[in-house]
């Protein structure tokens, strides 16, 4: 097996499971954690994770400038957006199951902004796949909604 693709099995796994348990936090029904203390624990969680992983990871030369810090910041923005977002969902009521299909037509935008601007599928069979596959993903976190 590839390890990018290991890598993205080990992903999903992590992404699948952390919001069942964000949810339990948050969630009346469970701990009722407001979104605001949950957010913090998440941001330890994360702390620590990244910790490890600088302390113990060989990423070889840096390339850090200006640019490269800004874009890694506005990474983790948009990310942090996108789980406070979720988190206000989950404590207004929403479903883990009809939230994360939701959530997860994130896949349109992703795959838009990587053939547009990072210019990475170069033929027309590759992208006319991907842009097929998206637009089912997304049609199914439509279908979730109703």
């Not at 479903?95 to 935008?109: A, E, F, G, Q």
Request: hydrophobic content about 55%.
């Amino acid at each position: 097996m590839k390890p990018w693709l290991l890598y993205s099995l080990l992903a999903m796994l992590s992404w699948g499971g952390y919001i069942v348990v964000v949810k339990v936090a948050t969630s009346d029904q469970y701990f009722g954690l407001p979104p605001r203390w949950t957010a913090v624990l998440i941001y330890i969680g994360i702390g620590l994770v990244f910790a490890i992983y600088y302390l113990f990871a060989k990423d070889g030369k840096s390339n850090l400038n200006h640019q490269s810090i800004l874009t890694g910041i506005s990474s983790g923005v948009l990310w942090a957006l996108g789980m406070v977002f979720s988190l206000l969902a989950l404590k207004a009521g929403a479903d883990v199951s009809r939230l994360v299909p939701i959530y997860n037509c994130n896949t349109m935008v992703a795959v838009f902004l990587g053939i547009v601007f990072l210019r990475e599928i170069g033929n027309l069979a590759s992208i006319s796949s991907v842009i097929i596959g998206s637009i089912l993903i997304t049609v199914g976190g439509i279908l979730v909604v109703r």
